[in-house]
């Protein structure tokens, strides 16, 4: 057979195939037009609350535990943790660090797991075994044992954040994620407010049975996030189809009049994210060639950037520091816990409304500089009036500023992420691969510049987060919007093209 004609019969048997497919998959896209139409208003409406009530509670919940047992660090040192293990103030830091090796280096195998098996399994069994870490931690009697514990906890925690915001991003479209994601985030701020009070109530506990209250912290917020993780298995969505009852996607849920989605809510929810861009949807099989793809993206290093500079470094130089500072400002130990919780609150109540702010206009780059342009302010404040006792109003002022300026960048940042990588496989992969090296980066750095010795001013610590927040993030965040811009109106001048995902006909990345 001539090498023409091998040419022609490969050709035939393509086009056959295409005509094989496109029906099919017109069909399914006729289908989403008219259940789009069917769904506009009232209809709509009561799906995405019936999602958000499904997802949201359970989620934010784990997180705000999640944020509460990696956290509590800060609240058991001013209860004399140090002084009862043995541990000078530097090895304390460095313990600390050490829990985001383990975090950030699981958290892309993490995600693929999720992708493999589903929340469904893999939640319940990453939750229970977090709780068992903090529990134990009231065990601690030495140096080495705590970083053992601080490493397991990473490995055991790295699941959930970069986890949630993968689920939340295969049940909602673009208009409405970072919203959702604030909601979601909003309970690492709100976990700052119950930590302090938690820690407030546990301080009265000290001696308590001959147990000091840093051992009353970590048994009391362990044994809550043990029993939460045995209910997460009831609380995510189950679907009717038996065959994939681990992996509660909208995709893979056929829904009933006796679940809590009926068939149409159910195939709606699933085709409105598959279609948002268009009739071309990306694949939703997963593909390791996706997590390649999403190693080699320049997106996902930005984005990196991003996250580690602007978002980690700050943000848990802040959590750890934040009791010690408030403490400096002339309160009491058990006083600076209360203290720390109105900032945090105040943050929830910004992130949430930036999330807003950044779907009701689409504006993602924007909404982002005015989050890190509002926790710098708030850190150069800080820097300033710390030199001043008399200007402790003015300081503790301040920490409200910085606590909302970096909790509101960091739904937008998994939003921007999320609506420009239509692939769920490698959106998961790249989720999974900013946060490694963000958690790395940022929270080694992050828990170690802020140093006791150079308390109450701390230059390094003010110093570096202002350069990290402007070298590393702002400029970075600038380039990445000028260049998604660029290719943006590159598509408008080529015209329409043929492909899937970010190669479909009409898509756009959003700025």
Same mark, same amino acid.
């Given at each position: 057979?001539?090498?023409?004609?091998?040419?022609?019969?490969?050709?035939?048997?393509?086009?056959?195939?295409?005509?094989?497919?496109?029906?099919?998959?017109?069909?399914?896209?006729?289908?989403?037009?008219?259940?789009?139409?069917?769904?506009?208003?009232?209809?709509?409406?009561?799906?995405?609350?019936?999602?958000?009530?499904?997802?949201?509670?359970?989620?934010?919940?784990?997180?705000?535990?999640?944020?509460?047992?990696?956290?509590?660090?800060?609240?058991?040192?001013?209860?004399?943790?140090?002084?009862?293990?043995?541990?000078?103030?530097? =090895?304390?830091?460095?313990?600390?660090?050490?829990?985001?090796?383990?975090?950030?280096?699981?958290?892309?195998?993490?995600?693929?797991?999720?992708? /493999?098996?589903?929340?469904?399994?893999?939640?319940?069994?990453?939750?229970?075994?977090?709780?068992?870490?903090?529990?134990?931690?009231?065990?601690?009697?030495?140096?080495?044992?705590?970083?053992?514990?601080?490493?397991?906890?990473?490995?055991?925690? @790295?699941?959930?954040?970069?986890?949630?915001?993968?689920?939340?991003?295969?049940?909602?479209?673009?208009?409405?994620?970072?919203?959702?994601?604030?909601? %979601?985030?909003?309970?690492?701020?709100?976990?700052?407010? %119950?930590?302090?009070?938690?820690?407030?109530?546990?301080?009265?506990?000290?001696?308590?049975?001959?147990?000091?209250?840093?051992?009353? &912290?970590?048994?009391?917020?362990? *044994?809550?996030?043990?029993?939460?993780?045995?209910?997460?298995?009831?609380?995510?969505?189950?679907?009717?189809?038996?065959?994939?009852?681990?992996?509660? %996607?909208?995709? =893979?849920? *056929?829904?009933?009049? $006796?679940?809590?989605?009926?068939?149409?809510?159910?195939?709606?929810?699933?085709?409105?994210?598959?279609?948002?861009?268009?009739?071309?949807?990306? *694949?939703?099989?997963?593909?390791?060639?996706?997590?390649?793809?999403?190693?080699?993206?320049?997106?996902?290093?930005?984005?990196?950037?991003?996250?580690?500079?602007?978002?980690?470094?700050?943000?848990?130089?802040?959590?750890?520091?934040?009791?010690?500072?408030?403490?400096?400002?002339?309160? *009491?130990?058990?006083?600076? =816990?209360?203290?720390?919780?109105?900032?945090?609150?105040? @943050?929830?109540?910004?992130?949430?409304?930036?999330?807003?702010?950044?779907?009701?206009?689409?504006? /993602?780059?924007?909404?982002?500089?005015?989050?890190?342009?509002?926790?710098?302010?708030?850190?150069?404040? &800080?820097?300033?009036?710390?030199?001043?006792?008399?200007?402790?109003?003015?300081?503790?002022?301040?920490?409200?500023?910085?606590?909302?300026?970096?909790?509101? =960048?960091?739904?937008?940042?998994?939003?921007?992420?999320?609506?420009?990588?239509?692939?769920?496989?490698?959106?998961?992969?790249?989720?999974?691969?900013?946060?490694?090296?963000?958690?790395?980066?940022?929270?080694?750095?992050?828990?170690?510049?802020?140093?006791?010795?150079?308390?109450?001013?701390?230059?390094?610590?003010?110093?570096?987060? !202002?350069?990290?927040?402007?070298?590393?993030?702002?400029?970075?965040?600038? !380039?990445?919007?000028?260049?998604?811009? $660029?290719?943006?109106?590159? /598509?408008?001048?080529?015209?329409?093209?043929?492909?899937?995902?970010?190669?479909?006909?009409?898509? /756009?990345?959003?700025?």
């Amino acid at each position: 057979m001539s090498t023409s004609s091998q040419s022609i019969d490969v050709e035939n048997k393509a086009s056959e195939l295409i005509r094989v497919q496109e029906p099919s998959h017109s069909a399914e896209y006729e289908r989403y037009l008219v259940l789009h139409g069917s769904f506009e208003g009232a209809g709509h409406k009561k799906l995405v609350r019936k999602i958000d009530l499904r997802l949201l509670p359970t989620l934010s919940f784990l997180y705000l535990m999640c944020s509460l047992d990696k956290s509590n660090a800060g609240n058991a040192k001013l209860f004399g943790f140090l002084e009862d293990v043995g541990m000078s103030s530097t =090895q304390f830091n460095l313990a600390l660090m050490y829990f985001f090796f383990t975090y950030g280096l699981c958290e892309p195998i993490s995600n693929i797991m999720l992708r /493999r098996l589903g929340p469904k399994i893999w939640f319940p069994c990453i939750v229970t075994a977090w709780g068992l870490v903090t529990t134990c931690t009231c065990l601690v009697n030495n140096y080495g044992s705590y970083i053992v514990i601080r490493l397991a906890l990473g490995i055991t925690e @790295a699941g959930l954040y970069p986890g949630s915001y993968f689920i939340l991003s295969m049940w909602y479209t673009p208009t409405e994620l970072a919203t959702r994601m604030a909601i %979601f985030y909003g309970a690492n701020t709100a976990a700052g407010a %119950f930590g302090g009070v938690i820690a407030y109530g546990v301080g009265n506990l000290d001696y308590e049975h001959g147990w000091r209250a840093w051992k009353w &912290l970590f048994l009391i917020e362990g *044994t809550i996030t043990i029993f939460a993780g045995l209910c997460t298995f009831f609380f995510l969505p189950t679907p009717t189809n038996p065959a994939l009852v681990f992996s509660p %996607f909208p995709h =893979q849920y *056929t829904g009933s009049k $006796k679940h809590w989605l009926d068939s149409s809510e159910a195939e709606y929810a699933h085709l409105r994210v598959k279609y948002i861009n268009g009739p071309n949807p990306p *694949t939703y099989k997963f593909q390791w060639s996706d997590v390649i793809a999403a190693a080699k993206d320049r997106k996902t290093y930005f984005m990196m950037l991003l996250f580690w500079w602007g978002g980690s470094v700050p943000t848990y130089s802040l959590s750890y520091t934040l009791p010690t500072m408030v403490k400096n400002l002339g309160y *009491t130990s058990i006083k600076a =816990q209360a203290l720390t919780t109105p900032p945090y609150i105040f @943050a929830t109540i910004v992130c949430i409304t930036v999330g807003w702010l950044s779907d009701r206009y689409q504006k /993602r780059y924007l909404t982002l500089m005015g989050s890190y342009t509002l926790g710098l302010t708030g850190i150069i404040i &800080l820097w300033i009036t710390v030199h001043y006792p008399n200007l402790a109003g003015v300081s503790y002022f301040a920490i409200f500023l910085a606590a909302a300026g970096y909790a509101a =960048q960091a739904p937008i940042i998994g939003a921007w992420t999320s609506i420009n990588i239509p692939n769920p496989s490698k959106r998961a992969a790249s989720i999974g691969l900013l946060m490694l090296f963000g958690s790395v980066g940022g929270g080694s750095i992050g828990s170690n510049i802020y140093l006791s010795s150079e308390s109450p001013t701390y230059t390094l610590g003010f110093a570096f987060s !202002v350069a990290c927040t402007v070298l590393g993030a702002m400029i970075p965040a600038t !380039v990445h919007w000028w260049l998604l811009r $660029k290719e943006n109106r590159r /598509r408008d001048r080529v015209g329409e093209r043929q492909g899937e995902g970010e190669e479909a006909r009409g898509f /756009r990345f959003g700025l």
